[in-house]
């Protein structure tokens, strides 16, 4: 099997640990990692014994596939060229910052035959994986998503800095169309809002309750899922499900009447799982993991949040 020739473009905190998964894939050509900052791009490429690049339109032709990791702003000016050049495409969250641009990106991926991945890395957490299994028709979700303050990503709101990882499990989840969206959010340190809450309504009924903060005393990462026949509780970051069943035969345990089971997953490396998702979708030229599409829809929920609580800032000031 021919090795796939790839680079990462943007090698700052994240694109530097694409770097590291696709520096030891056994199927993988790693030909170079571009970053704006020559010193950065330098010191990744030396230590991952690579080329460093200052401009990504110098590796049109010398790539089948590239990771984009560089600020949302600049996702769809360097996804064109790289789709536009046949060359396949792993675009971070969020894909971009309007539908429009997203709507193009679609397109090019499709009339060349190109695949776009869009990077939802909590698709690939095991807890996630194995919710596929144990819910069904869920009637209320409330999730919550909370980290300490980082002095990164807030180049865009926390609503496409971290709820839209909640949007888009959940949309995987119901299977519904959204009949309603409210939401409330503020800017705290930056300009952007910094902590975010919406309410989701479905047209299957379904209502989600949706919390992101990124100026948290603590981090936390949940989900909370219930449906006729089960409570199921996910801890993100320790990797484990609660899941609470109705049986009648049970009359002892902390609720009685019912079957209480916890499901631990040993620690797995997401974003290791999420890029050779991708590699495998350059191969076999499938639907990636989570597709152009899917990520248009969890942009389509996130834009409409923030237009909400821009509005709101707007008429009531900060």
Avoid: W
Avoid at 197 to 226: H, M, P
Avoid at 284 to 290: F, L, M, S
């Amino acid at each position: 099997m021919p090795e796939i020739r790839v680079a990462v473009i943007g090698v700052g905190y994240l694109g530097k640990f694409h770097v590291e998964k696709y520096a030891r894939m056994a199927n993988v050509q790693l030909i170079g990692v571009v970053d704006i900052k020559r010193s950065r791009a330098e010191d990744v490429a030396a230590m991952f014994a690579t080329r460093a690049y200052t401009n990504y339109r110098d590796l049109g032709g010398a790539v089948d596939a590239v990771s984009i990791a560089v600020p949302t702003a600049d996702h769809f000016a360097v996804g064109r060229f790289f789709l536009s050049h046949d060359v396949d495409v792993l675009m971070e969250k969020p894909m971009t910052t309007s539908l429009e641009q997203a709507d193009e990106l679609i397109q090019i991926a499709e009339s060349r035959g190109r695949i776009l991945q869009v990077g939802h890395l909590e698709r690939f957490n095991p807890a996630v994986v194995a919710l596929r299994d144990i819910v069904h028709n869920p009637m209320f979700i409330e999730a919550h998503r909370l980290s300490i303050y980082k002095d990164r990503s807030t180049d865009v709101s926390v609503v496409l800095d971290l709820m839209i990882h909640d949007i888009d499990i959940i949309m995987t989840l119901v299977k519904s169309g959204i009949k309603s969206i409210h939401a409330a959010g503020a800017p705290v340190v930056g300009q952007h809002a910094d902590i975010a809450n919406a309410r989701l309504e479905f047209d299957s009924g379904c209502v989600a309750n949706v919390t992101a903060s990124r100026i948290s005393i603590k981090n936390q990462r949940k989900i909370r899922l219930f449906q006729k026949d089960a409570y199921v509780s996910v801890d993100f970051a320790a990797r484990d499900i609660t899941v609470i069943r109705q049986d009648k035969s049970s009359t002892a345990g902390l609720i009685p009447g019912t079957d209480i089971r916890q499901l631990s997953f040993s620690e797995a490396d997401a974003l290791e799982d999420e890029l050779a998702s991708y590699i495998q979708a350059v191969i076999t030229r499938q639907v990636p993991a989570v597709s152009g599409q899917a990520g248009r829809k969890a942009l389509q929920v996130a834009l409409n949040i923030m237009d909400q609580i821009n509005v709101a800032i707007a008429r009531y000031g900060k």
